[in-house]
Nanobody, 115 residues
Framework: QVQLVESGGGLVQPGGSLRLSCAAS????????MYWVRQAPGKGRERVSSISPSAAYTDYTESVKGRFTNSRDSAKNVLYLQMNNLRSEDTAVYYC????????RGQGTQVTVSS
């Protein structure tokens, strides 16, 4: 059974950091593209980052480039999103997803950036 479980969210001040984790089961992360998507209150879902099966290629939406890093531990079958220099506009529920639209995703983890 495919399962994705995100964790690591929380309340952080602007400029702070968080590391999100996504534990996958029922399939191997190294075999497919994986995505981080987010949804802010009142807004549509936004793809934040992608990572290739080999983890050699990652891409990011423009607003997070240079601040977020997508990585993977294949042995643990866990995906990570390191988020630095967080801004208020990063406030959203973050999901890891098997597809770029975020349709096949976990339950999400809330990230709130506020002073």
């Amino acid at each position: 059974q495919v399962q994705l479980v995100e964790s690591g969210g929380g309340l952080v001040q602007p400029g702070g950091s968080l590391r999100l984790s996504c534990a996958a089961s029922g399939f191997a992360l190294r075999n497919i593209w994986m995505y981080w998507v987010r949804q802010a209150p009142g807004k549509g879902r936004e793809r934040v980052s992608s990572i290739s099966p080999s983890a050699a290629y990652t891409d990011y939406t423009e607003s997070v480039k240079g601040r977020f890093t997508n990585s993977r531990d294949s042995a643990k079958n866990v995906l990570y999103l390191q988020m630095n220099n967080l801004r208020s506009e990063d406030t959203a529920v973050y999901y890891c997803s098997k597809d770029a639209r975020g349709d096949v995703r976990g339950q999400g983890t809330q990230v709130t950036v506020s002073s």
